[in-house]
T-cell receptor, first 113, second 115 residues
Framework: KAGVTQTPRYLIKTRGQQVTLSCSPI?????VSWYQQTPGQGLQFLFE???????NKGNFPGRFSGRQFSNSRSEMNVSTLELGDSALYLC????????????FGQGTRLTVV | AQSVAQPEDQVNVAEGNPLTVKCTYS??????LFWYVQYPNRGLQFLLK??????LVKGSYGFEAEFNKSQTSFHLKKPSALVSDSALYFC?????????????FGSGTQLTVLP
């Protein structure tokens, strides 16, 4: 069974640009969550999608957005990039039961210069 | 609000010795608790979870964790540490308000096993 796949693995962007990250969940998983990991702030929740609907959103500015497609694949977009957006972005998928564990992809390392 | 605390940023232990990585939580209602491990430039790997039942849960790679409701703790343990256990460890609580399934993570503990 394939794991969670995130593309691309590495990305370098310039301030002011926008970026789109992609996540393919484990087959059968319809819940997809995104997290931002930085040395200073640790792991912070961005948003969660289930059946193409955003169920919950973390405390991030509106420049951060996402969506989920009918095949459960998800994308997140960051517009008007800032230096502080440099981070490891992690996607996790899970079954729709609170007792089940989330499985993480290897992440996308975004560097904003 | 739900939260997780990992009081130690760094834990050092000699190979072959037992290890403990501490975690305390704050949550309303019954918690769902998880431990994850992260190796450099990788995503998080699931180790074990506590849902209900036996307070001692066993997980991958010989790790186990003890749930203590009165102390609101969920410490990760291993009887004999290996150099390959050196990694960043995260404790997490499943936060669900309504139907949400997000995880709230602790700040992480860097475990170094010395040969």
């Amino acid at each position: 069974k394939a794991g969670v796949t995130q593309t691309p693995r590495y990305l370098i962007k310039t301030r002011g640009q926008q970026v789109t990250l992609s996540c393919s969940p484990i087959s059968g998983h319809r819940s997809v969550s995104w997290y931002q990991q930085t040395p200073g702030q640790g792991l912070q929740f961005l948003f969660e999608y289930f059946s193409e609907t955003q169920r919950n959103k973390g405390n991030f500015p509106g420049r951060f957005s996402g969506r989920q497609f009918s095949n459960s694949r998800s994308e997140m977009n960051v517009s008007t990039l800032e230096l502080g957006d440099s981070a490891l972005y992690l996607c996790a998928s899970s079954l729709n039961r609170p007792s089940t564990e989330a499985f993480f992809g290897q992440g996308t390392r975004l560097t904003v210069v | 609000a739900q939260s997780v605390a990992q009081p130690e940023d760094q834990v050092n232990v000699a190979e072959g010795n037992p290890l403990t990585v501490k975690c305390t939580y704050s949550v309303s209602g019954n918690p769902y608790l998880f431990w994850y491990v992260q190796y450099p430039n990788r995503g998080l790997q699931f180790l074990l979870k506590y849902i209900t039942g036996d307070n001692l849960v066993k997980g991958s790679y010989g790790f186990e964790a003890e749930f203590n409701k009165s102390q609101t703790s969920f410490h990760l343990k291993k009887p004999s540490a290996l150099v390959s256990d050196s990694a960043l460890y995260f404790c997490a609580v499943r936060h669900f308000a309504g139907s949400a399934r997000q995880l709230t993570f602790g700040s992480g503990t860097q475990l170094t096993v010395l040969p």
